[in-house]
């Protein structure tokens, strides 16, 4: 069997000079892109800064008063703490009605 029939000419020569620009180009960028110092930089607001400070400010109050603590425990123990009824019924109310409010 034969198979006849114009055979197209291959147009090896613009692949060869499309592969050569590519390779020119990946050449150039990679030649320009110099290893330096990252070029990123992040600034914080003065508020982010405030906040930070405020921050550190609260985590550097401990969470327990202790001269409170032994306080209360010494009049506990001696008998003399007294427990103000209508101070806590305020408070309570007082804070109900805040609670309300917002």
Not at 7 to 16: G, H, R
Not at 65 to 88: F, L, M, P, S
């Amino acid at each position: 069997m034969e198979i006849g029939g114009k055979i197209p000419p291959i147009k090896i020569d613009a692949y060869i000079n499309n592969t050569k620009e590519k390779n020119k180009i990946a050449d150039a960028l990679s030649s320009s892109a110099k290893p330096g110092p990252n070029l990123d930089k992040v600034e914080f607001s003065q508020t982010a800064r405030d906040v930070k400070d405020a921050r550190e400010q609260l985590d550097s109050i401990p969470d327990v008063r202790e001269e409170k603590v032994k306080e209360i425990k010494a009049q506990i123990e001696e008998g003399t703490y007294k427990v103000d009824g209508k101070k806590i019924a305020f408070n309570m109310i007082r804070d109900s009605l805040i609670d309300e409010i917002v």
